[in-house]
């Protein structure tokens, strides 16, 4: 019979492999627009354009997102994002609840 140590091993280190930085709570609007809880203390991770991972689910693997822009929300304590290819509101909502990550070594300076 096979253990199942080594699998157990496998998830952990591949979750070791990515920091959440945020998580989608709700569209923004009718354009497409994202509302973000952050879970990091750098902003720029919300406020400079480039590459962003995006788990839909805790079971799915992280997919690589643009992020084109983003910017603070002071009154409500969370972010507004725009990704690449959402473009509406409709596709805004299947993104409820997905997760927004970096790789781990991917360390603000």
Partial sequence: MKS?????????????????V?????????QGELRVYPD???PERFEQPGSRWLQTSPAS?????????GRWLAGKSLYVI??????NRT???????SKI?????????
């Fill in 61 to 69: 693997d992280p997919q690589p997102v643009e992020l084109l822009s």
């Fill in 22 to 30: 945020g998580t989608i709570v709700a569209p923004q609007g009718l």
């Fill in 40 to 42: 990091t203390d750098f």
């Fill in 91 to 97: 596709q805004a909502e299947t993104l409820r609840g």
């Fill in 4 to 20: 199942p140590m080594p699998d157990l091993m496998a998830q952990t280190a591949a979750a070791d492999d990515w920091l959440v």
């Fill in 101 to 109: 990550l970096v790789k781990a070594g991917d360390r603000p300076l």
């Fill in 82 to 87: 725009r990704l690449a290819g959402i473009e």
